[in-house]
């Protein structure tokens, strides 16, 4: 009954064995070596090319890389690329909180926010004096994915996407936005503090007239000495070789079965399988009932008051299935179960079997 491997959490995520196995082979030659020599710098450039092969980058589009993951990611934008003023969508823990950076930058003035019910997305449109849009493509929190596209009516302002939870796994058109940034955690089964970002020519520019304006960034958050590094294959500081290491492990497997295509399509299977069980069952059901935004990387499930999810995810923790829990701060009676290209689609499968089993025990 059980899945052949039992991580299912939405970030950390599950990586490879393959991928931990090939790392310990360079443990003599790469780990524990300089970043700024050729052993880690080709294993940089091997990183930024899969990215760009991987996301399909447009011509002129770069990969730009840094320290910090996605969190500190938010503290350089808005230093680096937000000029005066943003506009963005709110729709969860994560979306909220590059809100709040930008609202607390003494620079900035007070950003433009469309606020959505968990569950649901508010509309993209064209605001009137802001410089940069702001918008996950992938929800985290609440299982809500977005289009990656630009605002009709607005053509000059840059389009910033955050990634973390959608980079690998779902479909999209990069020139649709300017800044496609994420950390490597989740379907690019990596761990965390890195982020990586595709870049366009316009958000370059955009880096590069605020660097030489004059204003004061500190240097773990300057996008300008990210973007020189990046060129150069390597980070401004001491990047974790194991998080670049198993990043690339990943891109490559994911690439060299077919590219995003290949990747999306194996999520897909998991969330036809994990959404259809729900909507099958008289006691759990899809969060997110507008099926348009359900996401398919990371899948919420709610349960009616018969049983509780805490209990469903304790009793699966115990036989070895992890990291089902609903985010800790929806406060909801529900399962969050990630569905990234590295989890086997029947490993979904024998998930939901596993919570039916559960289920009839605790309710009988």
Not at 329 to 355: H, W, Y
């Given at each position: 009954?059980?899945?052949?491997?039992?991580?299912?959490?939405?970030?950390?995520?599950?990586?490879?064995?393959?991928?931990?196995?090939?790392?310990?082979?360079?443990?003599?030659?790469?780990?524990?070596?300089?970043?700024?020599?050729?052993?880690?710098?080709?294993?940089?450039?091997?990183?930024?090319?899969?990215?760009?092969?991987?996301?399909?980058?447009?011509?002129?589009?770069?990969?730009?890389?840094?320290?910090?993951?996605?969190?500190?990611?938010?503290?350089?934008?808005?230093?680096?690329?937000?000029?005066?003023?943003?506009?963005?969508?709110?729709?969860?823990?994560?979306?909220?909180?590059?809100?709040?950076?930008?609202?607390?930058?003494?620079?900035?003035?007070?950003?433009?926010?469309?606020?959505?019910?968990?569950?649901?997305?508010?509309?993209?449109?064209?605001?009137?004096?802001?410089?940069?849009?702001?918008?996950?493509?992938?929800?985290?929190?609440?299982?809500?994915?977005?289009?990656?596209?630009?605002?009709?009516?607005?053509?000059?302002?840059?389009?910033?996407?955050?990634?973390?939870?959608?980079?690998?796994?779902?479909?999209?058109?990069?020139?649709?936005?300017?800044?496609?940034?994420?950390?490597?955690?989740?379907?690019?089964?990596?761990?965390?503090?890195?982020?990586?970002?595709?870049?366009?020519?316009?958000?370059?520019?955009?880096?590069?007239?605020?660097?030489?304006?004059g204003r004061w960034t500190p240097a773990f958050l300057d996008l300008k000495l990210a973007v020189d590094n990046s060129r150069k294959d390597q980070t401004y500081n001491t990047p974790a070789l194991a998080t670049v290491f198993l990043t690339v492990s990943q891109v490559d497997w994911l690439n060299g079965n077919g590219g995003l295509e290949w990747a999306a399509g194996r999520s897909d299977r998991s969330a036809d399988i994990l959404y259809g069980w729900?909507?099958?069952?008289?006691?759990?059901?899809?969060?997110?009932?507008?099926?348009?935004?359900?996401?398919?990387?990371?899948?919420?499930?709610?349960?009616?008051?018969?049983?509780?999810?805490?209990?469903?995810?304790?009793?699966?923790?115990?036989?070895?299935?992890?990291?089902?829990?609903?985010?800790?701060?929806?406060?909801?009676?529900?399962?969050?179960?990630?569905?990234?290209?590295?989890?086997?689609?029947?490993?979904?499968?024998?998930?939901?079997?596993?919570?039916?089993?559960?289920?009839?025990?605790?309710?009988?």
């Open positions: 009954m059980l899945p052949s491997d039992g991580r299912f959490g939405s970030g950390p995520s599950k990586f490879r064995p393959a991928a931990a196995q090939a790392l310990a082979d360079r443990a003599v030659d790469y780990l524990g070596t300089s970043h700024r020599k050729a052993g880690v710098r080709r294993v940089v450039a091997q990183l930024k090319t899969g990215i760009a092969d991987l996301l399909g980058a447009p011509d002129g589009y770069e990969v730009v890389m840094g320290n910090g993951g996605a969190t500190a990611f938010w503290d350089a934008a808005s230093f680096g690329l937000i000029e005066r003023r943003s506009h963005h969508l709110s729709l969860g823990e994560f979306s909220s909180k590059f809100v709040a950076v930008t609202a607390s930058a003494p620079h900035l003035d007070e950003p433009s926010v469309r606020v959505g019910d968990f569950g649901t997305c508010p509309p993209l449109e064209a605001t009137d004096g802001v410089d940069a849009y702001c918008y996950p493509h992938n929800e985290t929190s609440t299982g809500v994915m977005l289009e990656v596209r630009r605002p009709a009516g607005d053509d000059e302002a840059l389009v910033l996407v955050d990634a973390t939870s959608a980079a690998g796994g779902l479909r999209f058109d990069p020139s649709g936005c300017d800044v496609y940034y994420f950390a490597p955690q989740k379907a690019l089964s990596s761990d965390g503090g890195l982020w990586i970002a595709l870049m366009s020519p316009a958000a370059i520019e955009r880096i590069e007239r605020l660097s030489a304006s729900a909507e099958a069952s008289d006691i759990a059901s899809p969060f997110v009932t507008d099926t348009a935004i359900r996401s398919r990387v990371v899948g919420t499930i709610d349960f009616d008051d018969r049983v509780s999810a805490d209990d469903i995810s304790a009793a699966l923790r115990a036989n070895g299935i992890v990291d089902t829990d609903g985010y800790r701060k929806l406060g909801r009676n529900q399962l969050r179960i990630g569905m990234f290209p590295a989890v086997e689609p029947s490993d979904i499968e024998a998930l939901t079997t596993c919570i039916d089993h559960i289920i009839e025990r605790l309710i009988t």
